[in-house]
Nanobody
Framework: QVQLVESGGGLVQAGGSLRLSCTPS????????IAWYRQAPGKERELVAR???????NYADAVKGRFTISRDNAKNTVYLQMNHLQPEDTAVYYC???????WGQGTQVTVSS
């Protein structure tokens, strides 16, 4: 059974930082690409960042230079380090297996101005 568990969300002031974690189970972690998405109220879900099994990364333009996605294959965990957070980053953040339709339950990130 495939599961993805996110953690690390919370409330932070503008300019602050948070680190999200995503720990999948039921898969061979090292061969899978993992992505972070987010969905703000009233908006469509959007891709934030992706990390491939070869550690290659891609970012949405809105987060380039502020967010960093990384993975630790020894811990079966993908991280999303979010710096210089802004109110427009407020959303529910989800991790997903890139090649399969498996999603985590989401973690709320709220940035106050």
């Amino acid at each position: 059974q495939v599961q993805l568990v996110e953690s690390g969300g919370g409330l932070v002031q503008a300019g602050g930082s948070l680190r999200l974690s995503c720990t999948p189970s039921g898969i061979i972690f090292s061969i899978n690409a993992i992505a972070w998405y987010r969905q703000a109220p009233g908006k469509e879900r959007e891709l934030v960042a992706r990390i491939m099994n070869d550690y290659g990364t891609n970012y949405a333009d809105a987060v380039k230079g502020r967010f960093t996605i990384s993975r630790d294959n020894a811990k079966n965990t993908v991280y999303l380090q979010m710096n210089h957070l802004q109110p427009e980053d407020t959303a529910v953040y989800y991790c997903k297996l890139w090649s399969y339709n498996y999603w985590g339950q989401g973690t709320q990130v709220t940035v106050s101005s």
